[in-house]
């Protein structure tokens, strides 16, 4: 096992990795910007190391920087949380290449996984089901003609090296077809320096459901059931919850079992998510995320495992020490993502917490790196801090989430905490019945 582990990254996601180091007795070095020097990442670390100024570019995303500070420290791995250089091919591979372990699947995964087309065919190849469409770019407009009249309209247009939802065009018909496609081609040039596109049936109110997945080494494959994310504005998660009110325990062994076979036919290692649009009782792939990610506690919360714990046991090289009959699901859980934003427009408002009080009692985790006195800066992400509550059943545990959303004091700057009480509050939300769409139409178009 390994001594001690760098953790690239910072704010809750940083804590939570040490949470996991610390339980296992391992050493744990933090690194950061001049921005956070007074963070809690910071703090609660065995070690800090300064990386760089406050943008990101330049320290959280500066590779070099993050691999001196392993060295001086004499780390032996490296965690990268998510975001950042998580799913960074490149720094993966560096980070192998100079003696350290990285947390984390192979840096050739990452590489299949991050050009959204490739990953698409090997999904495909590995038996799990995908969004009717192109078989790869779609330059040629008149091709795209043929594939879209076989498929149907509406079509989307995607960015192979897109994902999240960045340069996606729709086109209702044939005449929108050649714009569409011009357009998506442009904005993927300018935004990713990779104009490739594809093409795929829209899929009109699906919701979206990811299944994680959890492998070792040895070929041992389970997966951890299901997220159901379709909760987002404008493709920011806002609430995530496990397991999803549209599926029945049998759909959720049928594709959790497709999905095991596909990971162990490509080998895969580490924690992974395999992301679908489930529409009239079926799963379409759209996407994989070769990361640990925001939302992994409901899933923790729902079968009792540390992810991150396997993660670090799995890249040391031991095997998993349960198997998938192993794993039980037990209850419901629910994941509010709170950030500094104001929560009529969700404009970012960073800035110094005054009062804070954080809620517990049985079933409420609350994630994240906030103090009273600190100084949210204004370089990163707003998220603040994920309150995740875990009841026997739903019913259950909206009824602590609103509890718990009660009890939260955050002062001194704005939090969307009031979007979650309202939410609590919707009669559509409380059933279950939402799908990509609802969100911004509950918030409102701003
Ligand atoms: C789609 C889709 C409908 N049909 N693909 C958006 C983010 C990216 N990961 C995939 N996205 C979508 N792909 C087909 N074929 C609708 C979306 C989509 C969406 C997906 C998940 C969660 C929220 C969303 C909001 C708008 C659009």
Excluded at 92 to 119: C, L, N, Y
Aim: glycine share 8%.
């Amino acid at each position: 096992m390994f001594e001690k582990i760098l953790i690239a990254n910072r704010g809750e996601i940083a804590l939570r990795i040490q949470r996991a180091c610390r339980e296992m007795g391992i050493k744990t070095v933090a690194v950061h910007s001049t921005a956070d020097e007074n963070a809690m990442h910071v703090r609660l670390a065995d070690e800090a190391v300064c990386i760089g100024p406050p943008a990101a570019k330049e320290s959280y995303l500066n590779a070099h920087a993050i691999l001196s500070a392993a060295t001086i420290t004499d780390s032996d791995a490296i965690h990268p949380g998510y975001g950042f250089l998580s799913e960074n091919e490149k720094f993966a591979s560096m980070v192998e290449e100079h003696g350290f372990t990285f947390i984390g699947p192979s840096p050739e995964h990452i590489r299949v996984m991050g050009d959204k087309i490739t990953a698409k065919q090997t999904a495909a190849e590995a038996g799990i089901p995908v969004v009717p469409g192109s078989e790869g770019d779609v330059s040629n407009v008149d091709e795209a003609k043929k594939v879209a009249k076989d498929i149907g309209y509406p079509v989307l247009i995607k960015a192979t090296a897109g994902g999240g939802g960045k340069g996606m065009k729709l086109a209702r018909d044939e005449n929108e077809l050649e714009s569409a496609i011009k357009m998506a081609r442009s904005e993927a040039e300018k935004s990713f320096g990779n104009p490739d596109v594809y093409m795929e049936k829209y899929l009109e109110r699906p919701r979206h459901i990811e299944i994680q997945v959890l492998s070792d080494n040895h070929g041992n494959v389970v997966h951890l059931g299901e997220r159901d994310c379709s909760l987002q504005r404008r493709h920011q998660k806002l609430l995530e919850e496990a397991p999803s009110p549209a599926l029945n325990e049998e759909q959720r062994q049928t594709i959790g079992a497709t999905v095991c076979d596909a990971m162990r036919r490509i080998n895969y290692r580490s924690v992974g998510t395999i992301e679908f649009l489930y529409e009239n009782g079926e799963f379409f792939f759209i996407e994989m995320n070769t990361r640990l990610q925001v939302e992994h506690p409901v899933t923790e919360a729902v079968c009792g495992i540390d992810l991150v714990r396997e993660m670090i046991r799995v890249a040391s090289g031991a095997p998993l020490g349960f198997t998938q009959d192993d794993i039980r699901f037990s209850g419901h859980a629910i994941e509010c993502r709170i950030n500094a934003e104001n929560p009529e427009t969700f404009a970012p408002c960073p800035g110094k917490i005054g009062e804070y009080h954080a809620p517990g009692g049985l079933g409420v985790r609350v994630d994240s790196a906030l103090y009273s006195g600190y100084s949210v800066p204004p370089h990163y992400d707003s998220m603040i801090s994920k309150l995740i509550v875990h009841g026997n059943n739903r019913n259950e545990c909206l009824m602590r989430l609103r509890r718990a959303l009660a009890e939260y004091v955050i002062e001194g700057l704005q939090t969307t905490i009031p979007v979650h009480q309202n939410l609590m509050n919707s009669p559509d939300f409380v059933n279950g019945d939402y799908d990509i769409h609802w969100l911004e139409k509950f918030v409102g178009i701003k």
